[in-house]
């Protein structure tokens, strides 16, 4: 009997002692929660008026953290209870190259009016709030502008990029206007030998591209003298009419790239000396002209240039002498 009567007393002090323990919690919990902490809290922020066709990769609202103090029980409203939540025209966000951004130290005023009169801002945690155009991308090939000086006795034999194409990033609207991409002007180069430069591209207003050069390789050659006899050509003369005194063949100068001498053939030039224009020549001299099929020679010469026109008695034919 003793036994089971010190089990009841023991049962009959737990209650109070839980009582007692359950009171204290609450008054230091009560205790606590009029103290002052110091937590961060979020605050969202959601743009407006956002031209069509844009959007963002971190959708239409982004988050800063400020660093708050105010009682416990204050605190844990903030924790418990809605985000304050922010509005900025898109008007107002700075763009450097799609990445849009909110100093967030304009938002101050209107964070503070969100909050409780008692709360204090301590700091806020970020500088800036920033939102990302998301951008469509497509490879579009790239297009030289070019204004480089060739001296004379050079010849601009090839010219070479890489790479050919790019790829562009931008808004759909945007990248559907794109269908190639310009190099800035390369100008002031001399090419007088074989040369590798690297050059921008020009990219529009929030467009991205990749990579953001191209190397430009000229190919250059020294231009060469080179001459060759190409044979005479008798044009609409009479068959009765005979010519003495006339070269076979004309003694044809020019100037070819060293890299195309191996093009370049005798069969190239045509030489003529042209009925028409003996007859109707006011000298005693009657011009030669030389044709050339070439695209590879320049500053063609050829000698003689011109023929000595003499007549004989008439019914006997022609006689032509040339000049040297």
């Known amino acids: 009997m003793k036994r089971a009567q010190g089990k009841n007393v023991k049962g009959n002090n737990l209650l109070p002692f839980l009582f007692f323990l359950f009171v204290s919690c609450c008054l230091w919990l009560l205790q606590v929660m009029n103290e002052q902490f ?8 959601r743009v407006e008026n956002i031209p069509r066709g844009i959007k963002f990769e971190e959708g239409d609202l982004a988050e800063f953290r400020v660093l708050v103090r105010d009682e416990g029980i204050v605190l844990m409203q903030y924790e418990l209870g809605e985000k304050p939540e922010l ?28 909050l409780e009169p008692t709360t204090e801002i301590v700091q806020f945690l970020s500088e800036t709030v920033s939102f990302n155009i998301m951008k469509n991308a497509k490879d579009v090939p790239v297009r030289l502008n070019l204004d480089v000086q060739v001296p004379a006795k050079f010849s601009l034999d090839h010219v070479d990029y890489e790479p ?9 609207d945007v990248l ?10 390369l100008s002031g180069i001399v090419l007088d030998e074989n040369k590798s430069v690297s050059v921008a591209l020009v990219a529009g207003k ?29 044009v609409g003369f009479p068959e009765n009419a005979f010519v003495l005194g006339l070269p076979d063949f004309v003694d044809v100068s020019y100037r070819v790239a060293k890299a195309h001498i191996d093009n370049v053939k005798p069969s190239d030039f045509v ?8 007859e109707n020549a006011t000298g005693d001299s009657v011009a030669l002209s030389v044709v050339t099929s070439s695209p590879y020679v320049e500053d063609v010469s050829f000698s003689p240039m011109r023929v000595k026109k003499v007549e004989t008695k008439p019914g006997s034919g022609w006689f032509m002498d040339f000049i040297r």
Do not use: C, W
């Open 38 to 45: 110091e937590t961060d809290i979020p605050v969202s922020v």
């Open 87 to 114: 509005v900025v025209d898109y008007s107002e966000l700075r763009d450097a190259d799609g990445h849009l951004s909110i100093p967030t130290a304009v938002f101050k005023n209107k964070v503070a009016a969100m």
């Open 164 to 172: 050919k194409t790019v790829t562009v990033a931008a808004i759909a």
């Open 176 to 185: 559907n206007e794109i269908d190639s991409i310009d190099t800035e002007l």
């Open 206 to 234: 929030n467009v991205k591209i990749d990579p953001q050069t191209v190397t430009v390789n000229f190919s250059v050659s020294q231009k060469l003298e080179r001459d060759v006899l190409v044979p005479l050509n008798l």
């Open 271 to 278: 030489v003529e000396l042209n009925y028409y224009d003996y």
